[in-house]
């Protein structure tokens, strides 16, 4: 028979062991979703170099798989069958795979559906724009202004209007003539209502049990956060105005400079990196300038060895895509890798040279580098810097309240 003595002993050691087991099985825990139902951000950050977050990877890399399936497909469709479209409905894919995509599949199908007409029309008004230097400088300034401004409500909200944005950029760079503005209303569109397509279609199939299903969109708290943030003391209001300068300024830039080719990577690099924070702006910049290093080296490379191979660059664009969208949220420089990668191997495909794409998307990353950083030198946030900062906005869920 045990002894009192060795049944308390024993009774100890339970107690430790079941503490021990606990601890663990709460440091096992997933973390809290990145963002909740309303697609207010947790955790803006994007992480350092050598870390990974703050999205769990897992989850995101499967994220990113699914929505790039309908830019897999439409690239098959559009370069196997050398189809007039020449990847203009992959490409409007592409953009509305952005908004809603940390939402599951059904409210992502939502935001994708509302985009995707907008990214339809904002390629439209691009190419209607890019016919004068003035109308294409005052229609960015506008556009990214306004997409800027959508940080007032949410980071979810912003995605998308930076998406929109996106859609004007490149259509503005394209330097197309006035009747291909119905044509890119039309593919820009259809490529968005695609992946909305799919999205419902992955809700219905595998998703419906997933949680946190609402779409997130509240009218009257997205109309009392815009309306709270109307103000120059508003850190979001300086950055809608300073985004859509800086955005101007590129324009600009580009068009004087000649560059009528790819000088659309300029508005592109700023049009990814500004937030209205400074240093997260910083940050970020030197994050892409490392990710465009490394991803021209794999594109260029992936270029000359598929080049003429239809099937193998569709893979590659494909893997490319689905990357971009799964390290968004997890390294921002292997995201940077990703999304060069796919625009420098679908330039090669379309007829340029590999050394040529590269050397362009290394150009205008650069010049959009140093119109960003120059930004927030010009006009900095109210007290930006100072080591006890106060927020200058007021948060979209007190605005709302």
């Not at 859509?244 to 400079?257: N, Q």
């Not at 009528?260 to 300029?266: D, L, V, Y």
């Not at 030197?286 to 193998?312: H, I, K, N, P």
Request: one cysteine or more; hydrophobic letters at 50%.
């Amino acid at each position: 028979m045990p002894t009192p003595a060795a049944g308390s002993e024993l009774r100890t050691a339970v107690a430790t062991t079941s503490q021990v087991t606990l601890s663990a099985v709460s440091t096992q825990r997933p973390s809290p979703p990145l963002f909740n139902a309303a697609g207010l951000a947790r955790r803006l950050q994007a992480s350092p170099l050598f870390s990974i977050g703050p999205a769990e990877p897992g989850p995101a890399l499967r994220r990113g798989a699914l929505v790039a399936v309908p830019i897999g497909v439409s690239l098959i469709v559009e370069l196997g069958f050398d189809s007039p479209t020449k990847g203009a409905v992959a490409t409007g894919a592409l953009l509305a795979g952005f908004p809603g995509l940390d939402a599951p599949a059904g409210p992502r199908s939502a935001w994708q559906a509302c985009s995707a007409p907008l990214i339809g029309l904002a390629a439209a008004f691009g190419v209607l724009s890019s016919q004068t230097t003035p109308t294409a400088i005052l229609a960015i300034a506008l556009l990214g202004a306004a997409a800027g401004y959508c940080f007032s409500v949410s980071l979810r909200t912003a995605i998308a209007g930076l998406s929109v944005a996106l859609s004007l950029v490149i259509a503005q760079g394209l330097f197309l003539s006035t009747g291909d503005a119905w044509p890119a209303l039309l593919y820009g569109t259809i490529g968005g209502l695609t992946q909305a397509a799919w999205s419902l279609i992955v809700w219905v199939v595998a998703d419906r049990a997933a949680e946190g299903e609402e779409s997130g969109w509240s009218s009257s708290a997205a109309i009392a956060a815009l309306r709270s943030n109307l103000t120059l003391s508003s850190g979001n209001a300086r950055h809608a105005i300073r985004f859509g300068a800086a955005l101007a300024v590129a324009v600009a830039l580009y068009r004087v400079l000649g560059e009528h080719q790819h000088g659309f990577w300029i508005p592109l690099t700023i049009l990814f990196v500004m937030r209205p924070e400074r240093d997260e702006t910083y940050h970020r910049l030197a994050l892409r300038a490392l990710g465009t290093v490394l991803g021209l080296v794999v594109a260029t490379s992936l270029a000359e060895a598929f080049v003429g191979d239809e099937l193998a660059i569709g893979i590659v664009l494909t893997a490319a895509a689905a990357l971009t969208f799964g390290l968004l949220t997890v390294q921002y420089a292997l995201f940077t890798a990703a999304i060069t990668t796919y625009v420098v191997v679908l330039s090669v495909n379309l007829g340029e040279g590999a050394l040529h794409a590269a050397g362009q998307r290394a150009g205008g990353t650069a010049l959009g580098i140093l119109i960003a950083g120059a930004a927030f030198v010009i006009w900095p946030n109210p007290g930006e810097g100072e080591r006890h900062e106060k927020r200058a906005v007021t948060p979209p869920e007190a605005a709302a309240r």
